[in-house]
């Protein structure tokens, strides 16, 4: 049943107060924080390391869910089928969970210890460097600089094909960049944690809600299965076509070994109050990342089967909503998707202004008194400079979020073997990061669009690969490395450079060897 249409100046007026009253009460919520919050860095970056299981669980799935998951993922769904709720359902849910525990409990006993608020000042307190410390701190914001963009261009692009281009691209990007802005910089993590909570469970309610009126619109779960039978019928079958085993697993294990790098959920391995709420979050994650992931996907693959139209450069979601959903409810939903792209974009903006503050600022100049104007600051140019960039940029959600989550994985197992094992040196850690960035960054400058669109012939490896205009990492795997990604084969040079140089270097008089393993109380 498609539902009656309303003028246009009514559906807009719709659209805009329903997202425009949930922004209000996210404001709400960080006044309320900013009220309640020490003037401490410590409280500011971490809330003084006091979530407890509900608010450190949601406040990582909301800080996780953002456009990648509520746009990239129901398209790639649309275009290739519902297989993609294992890449990030079942794979990623279980494989980052996992590594929440052996990376986040580690970092937690440590962070708790030594008093550490980042991934910078507990590697280079370890290894007695600050250029490892200022290195981290560039790695992280460099990657991270991509994946905020892509939550403000998924924000411009629902709000525009929301509104059928009533709300252009650049407003409505640009109006949510200035709220973030608003909102990390009055509220710390404290704010940002409590509304990550109601953000996450209003995304929850919303998708499934939208996915039963979607089946009911169109006469139910076996009508919806019989339309993608008839004209999907790939999609029905497991395995085939772009998810080969390489591609399935390269995927789900450079998103999840990249997802715990990203320094807004690193950051949360330090935040929680006790080792009973690791345990408890790390155990549900896998069950809540399922329950959003289900709905999400499945409403791309269902809409392939009913037919919708999506305009080049557009999403399914919003458009397969306008068809199916009421006005207001279709409006509600895209508020819940932008709920997502905040509660990412606004953790990922603390964050890096922690790491630009206490990693490169105070390692290189050591004026901690400016730090809290400078973190604000950074803020600032980091969210403009992003929104500037997502203006000028033709990648999909998918390609930027993809490249991301590689570039933030060749971090995770040298991270992972300095905290398991005192053998660990300086000089291995440094080649590690170094030579395993590089080799992924080769593989990147490839897919970088020019002014007159992709280059079309690219010396790499020894050979001239010509790219197409949907080139991407995966396709250059495909190429060069039996199907496995460049992701994945950087991920492995980086644990062969990091135990190789270890085994042939000294360490430095400098490093605490012992900083990891003495001394460390779980509560």
Do not use: C
Request: net charge neutral; aromatic share 12%.
């Amino acid at each position: 049943m498609i539902p009656a249409v309303l003028p246009l100046q009514s559906t807009l007026s719709v659209q805009l107060t329903v997202i425009g009253l949930y922004l209000l009460v996210a404001l709400g919520v960080g006044l309320v924080a900013y009220r309640l919050s020490d003037d401490t860095a410590e409280d500011y970056y971490l809330a003084s390391r006091t979530l407890g299981t509900v608010v450190l669980l949601f406040t990582t799935f909301a800080t996780l869910l953002s456009a990648f998951t509520f746009f990239a993922g129901p398209n790639i769904a649309y275009s290739l089928g519902p297989e993609w709720i294992l890449v990030m359902g079942l794979m990623d849910g279980i494989l980052f969970a996992l590594l929440w525990y052996l990376l986040g409990y580690k970092q937690w006993l440590v962070g708790k210890a030594q008093g550490y608020v980042t991934l910078g000042e507990m590697l280079g307190d370890r290894f007695g460097s600050r250029g490892l410390r200022v290195l981290v701190a560039a790695v992280g914001l460099f990657w991270l600089f991509p994946y905020v963009m892509l939550q403000q261009r998924g924000a411009g692009i629902a709000l525009e094909s929301l509104t059928n281009g009533a709300i252009p691209y650049w407003v409505g990007a640009g109006g949510i960049t200035l709220f973030m802005i608003l909102y990390v910089g009055l509220s710390g993590m404290r704010g940002v944690a409590w509304t990550d909570t109601i953000q996450g469970a209003f995304m929850l309610v919303v998708t499934w809600a939208a996915a039963v009126w979607v089946l009911t619109s169109v006469g139910g779960l076996s009508a919806a299965t019989d339309a993608l039978a008839a004209n999907e019928p790939e999609f029905l079958a497991l395995g085939g076509g772009a998810y080969t085993p390489q591609y399935v697993v390269s995927t789900a294990v450079s998103i999840a070994f990249g997802v715990a790098m990203f320094p807004q959920i690193n950051q949360r391995f330090f935040a929680a109050s006790s080792k009973d709420v690791l345990k408890r979050t790390f155990t549900l994650w896998p069950v809540l990342v399922l329950l959003l992931f289900v709905p999400a996907f499945l409403l791309g693959s269902w809409a392939a089967g009913l037919g919708i139209e999506v305009p080049e450069g557009g999403n399914v979601v919003p458009v397969l909503l306008n068809e199916y959903t009421p006005v207001w409810f279709a409006a509600l939903v895209i508020a819940g998707a932008i709920a997502a792209m905040m509660s990412s974009s606004d953790s990922m903006l603390l964050s890096g202004a922690s790491y630009l503050t206490r990693d490169v600022y105070r390692p290189l100049f050591g004026r901690p008194d400016r730090e809290a104007l400078l973190a604000r600051g950074g803020v600032v140019v980091f969210a403009t400079g992003s929104f500037v960039a997502s203006l000028f940029t033709s990648q999909t959600l998918f390609v930027i979020g993809d490249t991301a989550f590689g570039g933030f994985a060749q971090l995770t197992l040298p991270v992972l073997v300095a905290l398991y094992w005192r053998r660990t040196t300086r000089t291995g850690m440094l080649v590690a990061l170094v030579g395993a960035q590089a080799f992924y960054l080769a593989h990147v400058a490839v897919t970088i669009p020019l002014t007159n669109g992709l280059l079309r012939a690219v010396p790499v490896l020894g050979g001239a690969l010509p790219l197409a205009a949907d080139t991407t990492l995966a396709s250059l795997g495909a190429t060069y490395y039996l199907g496995w990604t460049p992701q994945i084969v950087g991920m492995a040079l980086s644990l062969a450079l990091v135990v190789g140089v270890s085994l042939l270097t000294a360490p430095a008089a400098d490093e605490e060897r012992a900083v990891y393993f003495e001394g460390l109380r779980a509560d």
